[in-house]
């Protein structure tokens, strides 16, 4: 009996989903190749990688989980989280060039007050109910936020290549930045032969563009594959969104320039539990926005004095 191992540690779940059902979006296939044309895309010799590339990340943890009281008898759930956004510039060597940090109150109440603690002030922001997922998700647009202000001061500064962890969401508006997926759930392209296309792709192999036309904004996206990869199905792949704003001539020579150059970022397993797909200057920018946020503890117990004193 054959088989294989996902490469990812099983802490992190898979970078693909079993069931990856197909995408609700509009996708539009023959953006770059009529779709009985379609095959793996090896970038034109030559094909210049740039100078430097500037990566954009942010990240989030719960500090402490509570309880806002608002009323007599009546509570609602709410967590204390930091997050932090950063860009770390790569031309040689890595450079952090921007970085910020912030923490939030994050709940289900509209007039909830700043909780100011001995090392930090928590800001309230609104949630749209208690639901765990709510709280997060709260947390995660002041944080997607954050990273797009790094971004924009990135892309004044600088007119390198700037790729973002993540989809582009609220950033498509940022020229030429490439959003990163590293974990797979839809199936863009259907139950289509064009699937098997991603599943050929050779290390520093791309498939064809496509569009999905979605909301807030229609992006451009390609599958590429990474080097160093198991031989778990679609083990490897990333996934590449751009604005969908952009002529083809243009998405197409940004495709190939992305491709040819993040082969050399990929990470390795014996260094990395999401190799390669966490490429090594994101995990270190996360690694260094996380010692940002600070020690966890010392602001679980700065949060519990606060509240023994809060009248």
């Not at 806002?68 to 031309?91: K, L, Q």
């Amino acid at each position: 009996m054959r088989f294989s191992i996902d490469p990812w540690d099983p802490g992190y779940g898979g970078a693909l989903d079993p069931e990856m059902p197909p995408s609700d979006a509009k996708v539009v296939v023959d953006v770059e190749l009529p779709p009985a044309e379609w095959q793996p895309i090896h970038p034109p010799v030559p094909t210049i990688a740039p100078d430097a590339v500037v990566f954009v990340d942010g990240v989030r943890r719960i500090d402490a989980r509570t309880w806002v009281h608002v009323g007599p008898g009546r509570s609602e759930p709410g967590i204390f989280a930091s997050y932090a956004a950063g860009a770390v510039r790569c031309d040689g060597s890595a450079q952090l060039v921007d970085a910020c940090v912030g923490r939030l109150l994050a709940a289900p109440v509209a007039d909830a007050a700043a909780v100011t603690t001995r090392h930090a002030t928590f800001e309230p922001v609104e949630a749209r109910d208690a639901s765990p997922a709510s709280l997060m998700y709260a947390v995660h647009e002041v944080m997607a936020e954050a990273e797009v202000l790094v971004a924009e001061r990135t892309r004044r500064a600088t007119d390198e290549l700037l790729l973002l962890d993540g989809p582009l969401r609220k950033r498509g508006h940022i020229p030429d930045a490439v959003g990163l997926i590293k974990s797979h759930y839809v199936r863009y392209l259907g139950d289509t032969a064009l699937n098997t296309v991603v599943d050929r792709l050779l290390p520093g192999e791309r498939t064809p563009i496509f569009r999905i036309e979605a909301q807030p904004f229609a992006r451009a996206s390609w599958y590429l594959r990474l080097p160093g990869a198991a031989d778990a199905p679609w083990a490897g792949i990333l996934r590449c969104e751009a604005s969908g704003a952009l002529p083809i001539e243009q998405l197409s020579a940004l495709a190939d320039r992305v491709t040819v150059m993040l082969p050399r970022f990929a990470s390795q397993p014996h260094k990395d539990a999401r190799a390669p797909q966490n490429l090594y200057p994101i995990a270190g920018l996360e690694r260094e926005l996380r010692r940002r946020m600070g020690d966890t503890r010392l602001l679980y117990r700065a949060l519990r004095a606060a509240a023994a004193t809060a009248a």
